[in-house]
């Protein structure tokens, strides 16, 4: 007899196998799509480094500066660009340029989506959180608003990068702890090629750029211009990162020794 239909066993047959293969082909599709995310992190992370050696070239060797970061203490100079004055037209909206911010106003790198990972996590480190899907780059989308800082300036007067800047000197030490790590570098020369001039921002577990469960991992760029994506199991411990962050408020960039023990072992 012709049979006009599938049976029961047929159907679930069919069906097991299309789950099968969207189990296989979802996760690889989305690590795809990671992987490319993470090819233009690393460009943008390059662009910046580019930015600083020019910077130097017109500058007589004079690195961007730190603001008030000497390689000890509390890091969250590090990813800051600016202080803005939301209230003021575009030209005239920065009030006071950090670290990565000198490229843009000294017009070395002027493309706002180049401070940015596409796969920093939302709200706090993305392009759009300041103004980029409106064009309106920098400025402080309302959307992301928060608590004041202790400064006295709220946070719609800052506009962060999702990149961290760390000149670290060759030769001058600063101690932690009993350890001593890079002094901060004033100068290009006095820079080394094995030591990391940038990288993803590094703020909390739940906050790494490039993070998919127990998976952890982070672009870095050295002083040579180079860019590395580094994910030693060393430098991703998500129950030291836990620990850290329970006794600093949610953020191991409080505790500058950690902080800079990850850095290192990333080099």
């Given at each position: ?8 066993i047929e159907l679930l047959v069919v069906i097991a196998i ?250």
């Amino acid at each position: 007899m012709k049979r006009d239909a599938f049976t029961l066993i047929e159907l679930l047959v069919v069906i097991a196998i299309i789950a099968l293969l969207l189990a296989i082909v979802v996760p690889a599709m989305s690590m795809a799509k990671e992987m490319a995310r993470r090819t233009v992190c690393a460009n943008n992370l390059k662009s910046l480094g580019q930015g600083v050696m020019l910077f130097a070239e017109d500058n007589d060797d004079k690195l961007p500066n730190t603001h008030g970061y000497n390689g000890t203490g509390s890091a969250f100079n590090t990813y800051m660009l600016f202080n803005v004055d939301i209230n003021q037209p575009l030209g005239r909206r920065v009030t006071a340029a950090k670290s990565f911010g000198y490229l843009y106003t000294g017009g070395y790198v002027t493309s706002g989506e180049s401070y940015y990972c596409p796969s920093a996590p939302k709200p706090h480190f993305i392009f759009d959180a300041y103004g980029g899907d409106g064009g309106d780059w920098p400025t402080v989308n309302p959307e992301y608003h928060n608590s004041n800082w202790p400064d006295g300036l709220n946070s719609w007067e800052r506009v962060r990068s999702s990149f961290c800047y760390l000149p670290q000197h060759s030769r001058d030490k600063v101690e932690i702890n009993g350890v001593r790590f890079p002094a901060i570098a004033k100068k290009a020369s006095q820079m080394h090629s094995g030591h990391i001039l940038g990288l993803d921002v590094v703020q909390m577990w739940e906050r790494l750029s490039h993070r998919r469960n127990n998976y952890a991992g982070i672009n870095s760029m050295f002083s040579d211009g180079s860019v590395r994506f580094t994910n030693n199991r060393e430098a991703f411990v998500e129950n030291e990162w836990r620990v850290v962050e329970a006794a600093t408020n949610n953020t191991v960039m409080a505790d500058d020794f950690f902080w800079r023990t990850m850095v290192r072992s990333l080099e």
